[in-house]
């Protein structure tokens, strides 16, 4: 009896410490997004004084994640803005309907369940196995937009964190032809509304561990969940093997979107090459042809970086 009793205490102990250990890394993972999500909104000025936010919540993690930190956010900001969480049903097969309007009511957040079956329009015109996400992006923004203005939102906040900004800087430069990203902010194609990703800086591994952490009720998207040959998937796995082998690679990728040198890049809307004339006055961003390229970029890095990895 003595031996199961000394067996079972250093045992209850590493229990004891494991708990604790996961409580301190849960905190500091609470405080990095709030930090992340907070110096966002600060560095693009993307929420003021009297706004309201509506926060696009389709079931997913990183929607869930946004809306979350927003109103830790909230109770705590120095000006007032209010929320409310929009979701468009987009009646796909075996949607749980029930399962959104539960989560946001016991939140007490206020919210609006828009019903629109774009599920049978995209069906139609989408033909099997095509990719069907580009006209489904399209149908949801123009429904959120419309029901943006008979909310009276003046800001629409999206889900897009750290990596879906990387991914799609990546798809445009290789399918594209273009250096172009997610901005953090801009005004939609119509010129009405404000958009605006308050999880610029956030990493999506932390997003995957707060869903985890906050046992969010995750709604998969069955209408294009299945398309593993999407070539933002594929660019998806690419970034996340970079960041597996090259550990800080991801960071000054993201860092090189905030530290653009047009002088040192190709296009002529951007920078005078034509008229370029010898001065006579250094330039710190002159051309070093013949020195050999330092890339201690971690040593370098802007404040938005050190946010990032913080």
């Known amino acids: 009896?003595?031996?199961?009793?000394?067996?079972?205490?250093?045992?209850?102990?590493?229990?004891?410490?494991?708990?604790?250990?996961?409580?301190?890394?849960?905190?500091?993972?609470?405080?990095?997004?709030?930090?992340?999500?907070?110096?966002?909104?600060?560095?693009?000025?993307?929420?003021?004084?009297?706004?309201?936010?509506?926060?696009?919540?389709?079931?997913?993690?990183?929607?869930?994640?946004?809306?979350?930190?927003?109103?830790?956010?909230?109770?705590?900001?120095?000006?007032?803005?209010?929320?409310?969480?929009?979701?468009?049903?987009?009646?796909?097969?075996?949607?749980?309907?029930?399962?959104?309007?539960?989560?946001?009511?016991?939140?007490?957040?206020?919210?609006?369940?828009?019903?629109?079956d774009t599920y049978s329009i995209v069906k139609r015109v989408i033909p099997e196995g095509k990719t069907t996400c580009g006209l489904c992006s399209r149908l949801r923004r123009g429904i959120l937009y419309r029901v943006a203005d008979e909310l009276g939102a003046t800001k629409v906040a999206l889900g897009h964190h750290r990596d879906d900004m990387l991914q799609t800087f990546f798809l445009n430069m290789f399918f594209a032809a273009k250096l172009k990203s997610m901005p953090p902010k801009l005004v939609s194609d119509d010129g009405k509304h404000v958009v605006i990703r308050p999880l610029a800086y956030v990493a999506e591994k932390d997003t995957v561990r707060w869903a985890q952490h906050r046992e969010f009720p995750i709604i998969p998207c069955t209408l294009c969940g299945s398309q593993e040959n999407l070539q933002r998937k594929q660019v998806g796995e690419m970034l996340r093997e970079w960041d597996r082998k090259y550990p800080g690679r991801i960071e000054n990728m993201f860092s090189?979107?905030?530290?653009?040198?047009?002088?040192?890049?190709?296009?002529?809307?951007?920078?005078?090459?034509?008229?370029?004339?010898?001065?006579?006055?250094?330039?710190?961003?002159?051309?070093?042809a013949f020195d050999t390229p330092s890339f201690d970029l971690l040593s370098q890095a802007p404040a938005a970086l050190r946010i990032v990895q913080g």
Request: glycine share 6%; proline share 4%.
């Open 256 to 288: 090189a979107m905030q530290n653009v040198v047009p002088s040192h890049l190709l296009d002529g809307t951007l920078h005078d090459f034509k008229g370029l004339k010898a001065t006579g006055v250094a330039d710190e961003n002159g051309d070093k």
């Open 1 to 116: 009896m003595n031996a199961v009793w000394i067996d079972e205490a250093p045992a209850a102990a590493d229990a004891t410490a494991n708990s604790l250990k996961i409580e301190r890394e849960t905190h500091k993972l609470e405080k990095r997004l709030c930090r992340q999500v907070g110096q966002a909104i600060v560095d693009y000025n993307m929420i003021e004084e009297g706004d309201k936010v509506m926060v696009c919540v389709s079931g997913g993690k990183d929607s869930y994640a946004l809306l979350d930190i927003l109103l830790k956010l909230k109770a705590r900001a120095p000006i007032h803005f209010d929320i409310v969480a929009v979701n468009l049903d987009q009646k796909q097969p075996g949607f749980p309907e029930e399962v959104l309007p539960k989560y946001l009511s016991d939140l007490g957040v206020d919210f609006h369940i828009e019903n629109q």
